[in-house]
């Protein structure tokens, strides 16, 4: 395994475990921001929107500046943005922390797609079957 794949792979698997990670904490973050389940679901729609304003930038900088930079810097910004939900406890708060966690999210899914592209050509074998694979891990 070449070192651009296995490093593809593991950012691959990081995200699949920091997403698990910060939903095993919902119960927790509904109950701490005082959240029925319609509230809790309406301000879950703040990481939607984020995702979605960032994807299309994320790809854009991905061409301009590299897709593994993108990726680096999309996966330190979720690693850091990741801990902002378990730290609010005003709804408000959470869905501004959930807008910036979408975002880092959004960013990184677009940018390590865009390069397992790469890696794959570079490696000369399919690999998105097992990126993939190992997000859902």
């Given at each position: 395994m070449t070192r651009a794949r296995l490093a593809i792979t593991t950012i691959?698997?990081?995200n699949g475990f920091l997403m698990a990670a910060w939903v095993s904490h919902l119960p927790a973050i509904k109950a701490r921001c005082a959240l029925d389940d319609r509230g809790l679901g309406t301000v879950l729609w703040a990481a939607a929107a984020g995702?979605?304003?960032m994807m299309p930038l994320a790809g854009w900088l991905a061409t301009r500046i590299g897709s593994r930079n993108v990726t680096i810097f999309?996966?330190?910004g979720l690693c850091?943005?990741?801990?902002?939900p378990l730290l609010v406890s005003h709804w408000a708060a959470l869905a501004a922390v959930l807008f910036v966690l979408g975002a880092f999210n959004?960013?990184?899914?677009?940018?390590m797609?865009?390069?397992a592209v790469a890696v794959q050509t570079i490696v000369g074998k399919p690999i998105m079957t097992f990126t993939h694979a190992m997000y859902s891990l």
């Open positions: 691959f698997l990081s995702a979605l304003c999309m996966a330190l850091l943005a990741i801990t902002g959004g960013g990184l899914d677009v940018a797609n865009t390069h």
